[in-house]
Nanobody, 113 residues
Framework: QVQLVESGGGLVQPGGSLRLSCAAS????????TSWYRQAPGKERGMVAV????????SYADSVKGRFTISRDNAKNTVYLQMSRLKFEDTAVYYC??????WGQGTQVTVSS
C-alpha cells in the first residue's frame, strides 16, 4: 500500500540545521512532483517547498528561500528537506506530499533555545 514516512525532525537551537527525509513506497514515486508542507500550532498548513518529478525544478516559500533546500533521490524513492539557519518560526510539523495527494504522518521540528 502507499506509504510516506518522514523522519529527521527534532529539537534544534536557532541557527542550527536539520535534514528531513521522506521515504515513499507503494506507488511510482518518480512520476510525481513532491512537496513539503508545514503546520505550526494555531496556524494553517502551508507549502514550504516543491520539487519536480525529475528534481530539475524547485520552488520555495519566501519565508524559507535561501535557507532550505529540497532534493530527491528517485533511486531511493526519497525526498529530502535540508533546513539551515533555523528560526523560532520554523517550528512546526512537517509533512511530505506527493502522488495522488498522499500525505505522510508528519515529523515535528522544534526550534528553541
Amino acid at each position: 500500500q502507499v506509504q510516506l514516512v518522514e523522519s529527521g525532525g527534532g529539537l534544534v537551537q536557532p541557527g542550527g540545521s536539520l535534514r528531513l527525509s521522506c521515504a515513499a513506497s507503494g506507488f511510482a514515486f518518480s512520476n510525481y512532483a513532491t512537496s513539503w508542507y508545514r503546520q505550526a500550532p494555531g496556524k494553517e498548513r502551508g507549502m514550504v517547498a516543491v520539487i519536480s518529478s525529475t528534481g530539475g525544478i524547485t520552488s520555495y516559500a519566501d519565508s524559507v528561500k535561501g535557507r532550505f533546500t529540497i532534493s530527491r533521490d528517485n533511486a531511493k524513492n526519497t525526498v529530502y528537506l535540508q533546513m539551515s539557519r533555523l528560526k523560532f518560526e520554523d517550528t512546526a510539523v512537517y509533512y511530505c506530499v506527493t502522488g495522488h495527494n498522499y500525505w505522510g504522518q508528519g515529523t515535528q521540528v522544534t526550534v528553541s533555545s
